[in-house]
């Protein structure tokens, strides 16, 4: 299935697109692609050296006639997230990424496709091997656990890499120079509760949430799209006051950086009201479809009936639960007062898990304002508190502050001018790129972000257009053609 990529331009790009989607590179578990990249490195007889976290450096000299340009570095992350649909049988550990061409553009079966950041790193491969593309130095650098907590770009000491440019290869819309980012932090909350055996004639179900759109906590989070694991807590919640149900578990959503898309629960009823609930689900289905047919036509809700577990919560913790979820801030929480349509700050509830007596509760909290940042992320931890449970932060990073007068960024700005007669959007995003990380050790490069045409990121949806790349492609080598001299 792969094949039919190797003959799309530029056809290099995409045969390493292929070849790094062949290995395994989940977030913190990049010990295959690390090791791919640095012989890919060593096999060009390239300088190639990893630091003590995993990321890799790779060092070319400039091509005949530019040994006096700037020294740019060209950076993308070697991590993807790993979504499947609930249907698709997949092992992400073992399983290359099987892509396919839709029209102008190309997917993966039933899981995400790793053109976040894949496109970037298959593009400084394709420079480092290319003896034609003309360029000046370059220190390319590939960082690790990107997805889950920026924790190569946080481990990236100074000292390493000597360029004054840096070019980001990690955005998703070929119209945009992204010069600014939010910084993000996780917040936990986990806990054990009491259970009780069941009593009476009861009915047990499996409640199914699926179908939702998903999407990148970050750039996505201004869209509306439903949160698997709010809607399930008001089923719940709702299920709790008309039919008194009692809850078995709770799993919904994966990752952080993901807006969840499915989520289950198994919960029990009195026997005599089964006709009733059953009823009541084709309702609820309705009225939920009718709120998000537009940002999630495809939202299903079912329940079939299952054995009956063993034990249940206890109506003080069920209780406790379902108004701390419910009062957990989702989506946009401030936009930007400074920077049209740019969210500020905002909550992604990614992961919902309460099973077998234990609890965890995972968000993503990002702010382009770092104390609004964490004063959201306080307000969660305080609901969650309520509850009683143990509340932390984890991988806070910072964002990046724009610098809209470097000169990186007149370059390209002019440049886009030039070949595409209209103004590049430049702006700051939502999401969290590596740039003001890689910043703190660096802080007299000048960074700039941009890449080709990516939708539905984080998720199975994910897809790259063709036609994108190659436009994003000319004008990456163009951009390098026209780097200033070191002096």
Known sequence: MNH?????EPQELWNNFVALNAVPRPSKKEERVIAFIMQFGKDLGLETSKDEVGNVIIKKPASKGM??????ALQSHVDMVHQKNGDTDFDFATQGIEMFIDGDWVKAKGTTLGADNGIGVASIMTILASKEIAHPPLEALFTIDEETGMTGALGLKGGLMHAKYMLNLDTEHDHELTIGCAGG?????TGSYATEAIGGTVKAFRLSLKGLTGGHSGMDIHLGRGNANKLMNRILTQAAEFFSISIHSVDGGSLRNAIPRESVAELIISAKSEGAFMSWIKEIETTLKLEHNTTDPNLSVSAIAIDSPKTIFTKEFQNKLLRSVYACPVGIYRMSPDIDKLVQTSN???????KDGNYSIQCLTRSSVDSEK???AQAIKSTFELMSASVSYAGSYPGWTPNPTSSIVKLMSDLYQEIYKENAQVNAC???LECGILGKNYPDMEMISFGPNIRGAHSPDEKVQISSVQKYWSYLLETLKRIPSAS
């Open 348 to 354: 992604n509830l990614a992961r919902v898990l309460v």
């Open 185 to 189: 932090v996780d917040v936990t909350a």
């Open 374 to 376: 964490m004063d959201l």
């Open 67 to 72: 040994e006096g340009k700037a020294t740019v």
């Open 430 to 432: 939502h999401a969290g």
């Open 4 to 8: 039919s990529l190797n003959n799309i």
